[in-house]
């Protein structure tokens, strides 16, 4: 695996939210790491992204796919060394292949398809589409969130990956997971 996409080892419990735009992962996160006073890790695409439609009104482009992966772990190792409790991760590596192989019909870089498979996580929240979608300047797909559901969905029944789906109003998905992270502390 190339180097730069290395994931380092930590002891942290780790929580992905996952699952299509607009459906409550970023929201969830931040509510999640004030009730536990815990690290996350934001999403690192989405800030790449900003910055680059900022400068140019330009959206991803193959080129930016290696260098948002790069980003997003660099960011990842580091708030994961500074915890040995909770960390939860608005998007990981499996997200990024999702969405590589959705827009670039089945193509991603190698690289991302090999992390995508290395990294550990304990546990994903898979978010819903239930939830009215709000545009922005990078958001592009509102009639394909049934579809993209269930993509993300299939991935983690591919990978075997432990996962819940989150569901119904801000109170209710913040409730549900906070009851699903204390269980798993309590098991770690």
């Not at 290696?66 to 772990?73: E, F, Q, S, T």
Request: aromatic content about 10%; proline content about 4%; overall charge positive.
């Amino acid at each position: 695996m190339e180097k730069a996409l290395k994931q380092n080892p930590s002891s942290c419990l780790k929580i992905v939210l996952f699952g299509p735009e607009s459906s409550g992962k970023t929201t969830l996160a931040t509510q999640l790491a004030a009730h536990f006073n815990a690290k996350w890790v934001p999403e690192y695409m989405r800030t790449y992204l900003e910055l680059k439609w900022q400068k140019s009104k330009k959206t991803i482009e193959k080129k930016d796919l290696l260098p948002i992966a790069r980003g997003h772990i660099t960011d990842e190792n580091k708030l994961a060394s500074q915890t040995e409790k909770l960390l939860l991760l608005d998007t990981n590596m499996l997200q990024i292949k999702t969405y590589c192989e959705y827009y670039y019909n089945g193509w991603c870089p190698a690289q991302i398809l090999e992390a995508s498979q290395l990294h550990q996580y304990d546990y994903y929240f898979l978010t819903n589409v239930d939830i009215p979608w709000e545009k922005d300047n990078l958001r592009d797909s509102p009639n394909d969130r049934d579809k993209m559901f269930r993509i993300f969905e299939q991935q983690l029944i591919k990978n075997k990956t432990p996962y819940t789906i989150l569901e119904g109003s801000k109170q209710e998905r913040l409730a549900n997971s906070i009851d699903i992270i204390n269980t798993l502390i309590k098991h770690k």
